[in-house]
């Protein structure tokens, strides 16, 4: 069994494509039009957008090999730290901060996601804003039978086609959904198998730890077309500011 985020490679051939959330997320690094932090910045597939927009950029990831990655990747341009999500102190604040593509769920339980929400407030400006971006869990995919299903349609990788297959486990007490990808290589399932695990948030968790955490929530959307988060929403992305005395 792999780690994911120790394979920058393989992590960038999955997601290359994804391209959905760059109009909401540059739309408000624009409108902030300052310094913008990136928390589980990654292999810095985001962090190009707000480069290109000319703005002072800073992401922290807590993978090693994902930071060596986005250095490499952005030789002129932007600042890649090595940083625990939970609990991280750069010494200086910003106009807009965000957290994007279900990593805030990588806090598997509510002292870790409160921490890192308290740590995203102190590095916010008095009028900077946070965007926060997560799946609206699902009980269809939560629940369903352990059998192995797709995960990421066919990409290329180290020139073949490949699919990620994979199988999933969630328990009800910790609300943790256990996951497990299969990597398949030309129709054909390798030995490279990946596990991670999720927190699945509800809205109204989210609305508890964000009051927790000091933030206003100023709107919720329940896609990238900005719609308003309804129950049957696929998504939760809330922006917020800081509530903190200044």
């Known amino acids: 069994m792999e780690d994911i985020y120790s394979n920058p490679e393989l992590y960038d051939a999955l997601h290359e494509d994804i391209k959905t959330d760059k109009n909401v997320i540059t739309h408000y690094a624009k409108q902030c039009d300052g310094p913008v932090l990136e928390i589980a910045s990654g292999t810095g597939r985001l962090a190009k957008y707000i480069i ?8 922290i990831d807590n993978s090693d090999a994902f930071v060596k990655s986005a250095v490499n990747n952005f030789a002129q341009g932007g600042e890649f730290i090595l940083q625990d999500m939970r609990n ?3 010494e200086k604040q910003y106009k807009f ?10 806090n598997l339980n509510d002292t870790d996601a409160l921490s890192c929400l308290k740590s995203i407030n102190k590095h916010l400006s008095s009028a900077g804003l946070f ?18 299903h797709e995960a990421r349609s066919f990409f290329n990788y180290k020139g073949k086609q490949c699919r990620m297959m994979e199988k999933n486990s969630y328990d009800d007490d910790t609300q943790i ?16 198998t990946y596990s991670f695990e999720q927190r699945m948030y509800y809205p109204h968790k989210m609305d508890i730890l ?34 903190r005395q200044q």
């Open 52 to 59: 290109d927009l000319g703005l002072p950029y800073t992401g």
């Open 177 to 192: 959904n256990s996951l497990t990808w299969y990597l398949e290589i030309d129709g054909v399932l390798s030995k490279e």
């Open 210 to 243: 964000f009051d927790q955490a000091n933030f206003k929530v100023l709107e919720k959307f329940g896609d990238w077309n900005m719609a308003p988060l309804q129950e049957e929403s696929p998504l939760q992305i809330y922006v917020c500011k800081s509530n």
């Open 97 to 106: 901060a965000f957290i994007g593509f279900n990593s805030f769920l990588h």
């Open 88 to 90: 991280f102190d750069l």
């Open 131 to 148: 965007l926060l971006s997560i799946f609206q869990p699902d009980p269809l995919f939560l629940y369903q039978d352990e059998y192995l």
